[in-house]
């Protein structure tokens, strides 16, 4: 589900040192979360794990990355429209 809309930036670390400032992540369909850290590889978080790994963090969403997956969709779907008006024409 990586093409999720929402993605969050932490602000703050988390208490135990899982999430750490910079790190963007999304929340998962199975409620996990998948991250990707500023500088190591990325991973995930089981969803009973979160609670824990969260605590003590903050983070924001990502506004820039939201606004790019829809311009991406946008440009997609007026793609699309010109392929069925194309079709349409057959």
């Known amino acids: 589900m990586r093409g999720s809309f929402l993605r969050f930036i932490v602000t703050k670390n ?3 040192g899982t999430f ?3 790190d ?3 929340y998962l369909k199975n409620g996990d979360i998948m991250i ?3 500088k190591e590889p990325g991973g995930w978080i089981a969803k009973c794990e979160i609670e824990k790994a969260q605590r003590g963090m ?3 969403e990502d506004k820039e ?3 790019q997956m829809i311009a991406k969709l946008e440009k997609e779907l007026e793609k699309l429209k010109s392929n069925c008006q ?3 024409k057959l």
């Open 14 to 16: 988390s208490d135990n």
């Open 20 to 22: 750490k400032k910079g």
């Open 24 to 26: 963007k992540f999304w």
């Open 36 to 38: 990707h850290p500023e």
């Open 58 to 60: 903050a983070c924001v």
């Open 65 to 67: 990355y939201k606004q």
């Open 86 to 88: 194309s079709y349409l």
